[in-house]
């Protein structure tokens, strides 16, 4: 079977609306499937004025504001409308990829099964986590339940790291898993983005070493680690400003949290290559991430790297040689990993262009047809077990 035969419909819980990691990952695969001749197909909510245009066709489906404190600009997927499902059987899938477990995700599962097709998920962060950031860590067990229970009834999963492939298949959520990396955009992301006369815009002198964050403003994304670390650092008189790259609803608080700070607000393409670049350590407490795009863009523009020992970065970051990695939540140890690049400037260049050499590996179109061959492999194997079945009932009447 080849890709140009493939016809996959793509459930997502944000393909374009609320820009992130996990649908610019979706959006280049789906630009990818199209120019292998692949049919594709886009099932998710639509809104009014998304942050981008989507790649390939998008059909709405039903949704509502996220019923969580400071996540109002997120929708909530509610289910499959008639329309949605009518336009499913127009369009004929031999394939169904589910990249959110919500309820509309389940709602695909279901019709998935009804018509027999092949259901790949993919995994793009850690659901079960979130809970703990909102005084809900009580609701872990139960969420960790509920994936268990929807991505063992998928054919197979994929997931963008080798340590986020271990936690899973550690906590039994599946045994067919394939790596599905990321890859990072070399004509945005790269040292020669550096842009001196930005940072002085901003009030950073030529020596200052600038320890950047990068990513939407949640508190899910650790910045309670990232304050009491920058807090600790200037208890120690460790030299060093902050930089902050993103917006998002906790942005006031991080501020108040980072007095001093600069907030250089959302960027995006070449912007967001040069801010990156501008930048001399890329600091990442968070451990929701499956990969941690942004860590990989920050080692294409140059830095080095200090994140959280969790699922993603552990599979990106060399200890003492691209970065460090530190237990997560440990904010004198993530100091303690920080200082030695504030002060050593030889150090700091040294981790930075070995990070810029390992992130070279990364390429989007071999990484998205490793998908392409998921979706093969589960489709092939599909059809075979229907003729093995064809099979047996015409010897069945044979031999009646």
Same mark, same amino acid.
């Given at each position: 079977?080849?890709?140009?035969?493939?016809?996959?419909?793509?459930?997502?819980?944000?393909?374009?609306?609320?820009?992130?990691?996990?649908?610019?990952?979706?959006?280049?695969?789906?630009?990818?499937?199209?120019?292998?001749?692949?049919?594709?197909?886009?099932?998710?909510?639509?809104?009014?004025?998304?942050?981008?245009?989507?790649?390939?066709?998008?059909?709405?489906?039903?949704?509502?504001?996220?019923?969580?404190?400071?996540?109002?600009?997120?929708?909530?997927?509610?289910?499959?409308?008639?329309?949605?499902?009518?336009?499913?059987?127009?369009?004929?899938?031999?394939?169904?990829?589910?990249?959110?477990?919500?309820?509309?995700?389940?709602?695909?599962?279901?019709?998935?099964?009804?018509?027999?097709?092949?259901?790949?998920?993919?995994?793009?962060?850690?659901?079960?986590?979130?809970?703990?950031?909102?005084?809900?860590?009580?609701?872990?067990?139960?969420?960790?339940?509920?994936?268990?229970?929807?991505?063992?009834?998928?054919?197979?999963?994929?997931?963008?790291?080798?340590?986020?492939?271990?936690?899973?298949?550690?906590?039994?959520?599946?045994?067919?898993?394939?790596?599905?990396?990321?890859?990072?955009?070399?004509?945005?992301?790269?040292?020669?983005?550096?842009?001196?006369?930005?940072?002085?815009?901003?009030?950073?002198?030529?020596?200052?070493?600038?320890?950047?964050?990068?990513?939407?403003?949640?508190?899910?994304?650790?910045?309670?680690?990232?304050?009491?670390?920058?807090?600790?650092?200037?208890?120690?008189?460790?030299?060093?400003?902050?930089?902050?790259?993103?917006?998002?609803?906790?942005?006031?608080?991080?501020?108040?949290?980072?007095?001093?700070?600069?907030?250089?607000?959302?960027?995006?393409?070449?912007?967001?290559?040069? #801010?990156? $670049? /501008? @930048?001399?350590?890329?600091?990442?407490?968070?451990? *929701?991430?499956?990969?941690?795009? +942004? &860590?990989? =863009? #920050?080692? $294409? /523009? @140059?830095?080095?790297?200090?994140?959280?020992?969790? *699922?993603?970065?552990?599979?990106? +970051? &060399?200890? =003492?040689?691209?970065?460090?990695?530190?237990?997560?939540?440990?904010?004198?140890?993530?100091?303690?990993?920080?200082?030695?690049?504030?002060?050593?400037?030889?150090?700091?260049?040294?981790?930075?262009?070995?990070?810029?050499?390992?992130?070279?590996?990364?390429?989007?179109?071999?990484?998205?047809?490793?998908?392409?061959?998921?979706?093969?492999?589960?489709?092939?194997?599909?059809?075979?077990?229907?003729?093995?079945?064809?099979?047996?009932?015409?010897?069945?009447?044979?031999?009646?």
């Amino acid at each position: 079977m080849h890709t140009s035969e493939l016809r996959i419909a793509l459930f997502s819980g944000n393909y374009n609306y609320t820009r992130d990691g996990a649908n610019q990952a979706l959006n280049r695969l789906v630009e990818y499937l199209l120019r292998q001749g692949a049919s594709v197909r886009v099932y998710a909510p639509k809104v009014a004025n998304p942050d981008f245009e989507p790649t390939g066709d998008l059909v709405g489906v039903p949704n509502v504001r996220m019923p969580v404190k400071g996540r109002g600009e997120y929708r909530l997927p509610t289910g499959l409308s008639r329309k949605a499902k009518d336009d499913l059987v127009k369009f004929e899938p031999n394939v169904a990829h589910i990249s959110s477990p919500d309820p509309t995700g389940h709602a695909a599962l279901r019709w998935a099964q009804e018509y027999d097709l092949p259901v790949l998920s993919s995994v793009h962060t850690r659901f079960e986590t979130y809970p703990r950031y909102y005084g809900l860590a009580f609701l872990e067990p139960t969420i960790e339940w509920i994936l268990r229970r929807f991505y063992n009834r998928c054919d197979a999963l994929v997931a963008p790291s080798q340590s986020m492939v271990d936690t899973l298949i550690e906590q039994d959520m599946h045994d067919d898993i394939t790596i599905w990396s990321r890859g990072v955009d070399r004509t945005i992301f790269d040292p020669s983005k550096r842009d001196m006369e930005w940072r002085r815009s901003l009030g950073l002198e030529d020596d200052d070493v600038a320890i950047v964050f990068l990513g939407r403003l949640v508190m899910e994304k650790g910045l309670d680690v990232f304050a009491d670390t920058i807090i600790e650092l200037r208890k120690r008189q460790v030299p060093h400003k902050v930089l902050v790259i993103g917006d998002g609803p906790a942005k006031d608080w991080f501020k108040q949290a980072l007095p001093g700070g600069i907030f250089a607000g959302f960027q995006t393409g070449a912007d967001l290559g040069r #801010a990156l $670049a /501008s @930048g001399d350590i890329f600091f990442n407490p968070s451990i *929701t991430e499956t990969f941690g795009n +942004v &860590t990989l =863009e #920050a080692m $294409a /523009s @140059g830095l080095p790297v200090v994140a959280a020992g969790a *699922t993603g970065a552990s599979s990106l +970051v &060399t200890p =003492e040689e691209t970065g460090q990695l530190v237990p997560p939540g440990d904010a004198a140890a993530f100091a303690e990993a920080i200082a030695p690049y504030c002060t050593d400037d030889a150090h700091r260049h040294a981790h930075g262009a070995a990070g810029e050499r390992k992130s070279r590996e990364y390429s989007w179109d071999a990484i998205n047809q490793v998908v392409a061959d998921t979706y093969i492999r589960l489709v092939t194997a599909r059809e075979e077990l229907r003729a093995e079945d064809e099979a047996k009932i015409k010897a069945a009447l044979d031999s009646a």
